[in-house]
């Protein structure tokens, strides 16, 4: 999927809690994927997870409350979202 065009929206999500080493970024990558959205998602050195969501606004609704939620093994303790500029991606993407 391309993130292009006028009903698109970019959002820029960082989750905390035990979000690291219980398969939050690939669970992530599935969820988006399954939902059309295009981005990125990686781990950060404080142990939060970071990412950039573009899609459709229900696309977007519905990963952020997914997101809350996560792998079984995760436990979220906050979601944070702001919106980010367009950007335009191929894929949604797990980065190192």
Not at 35 to 60: Q, T
């Amino acid at each position: 999927m391309t993130a292009t065009g006028d009903d698109i929206h970019c959002v820029y999500f960082r989750v905390s809690g035990r979000v690291q080493g219980v398969f939050y970024r690939a669970s992530t990558q599935e969820q988006a994927r399954k939902l059309g959205l295009a981005g990125w998602v990686r781990n950060c050195e404080d142990g939060e997870v970071e990412l950039i969501a573009c899609g459709n606004a229900a696309g977007l609704e519905a990963l952020e409350r997914w997101l809350w939620q996560g792998p079984p093994s995760a436990r979220v303790n906050g979601v944070r979202r702001r919106e980010a500029p367009l950007q335009s991606f191929q894929d949604f993407s797990v980065r190192r």
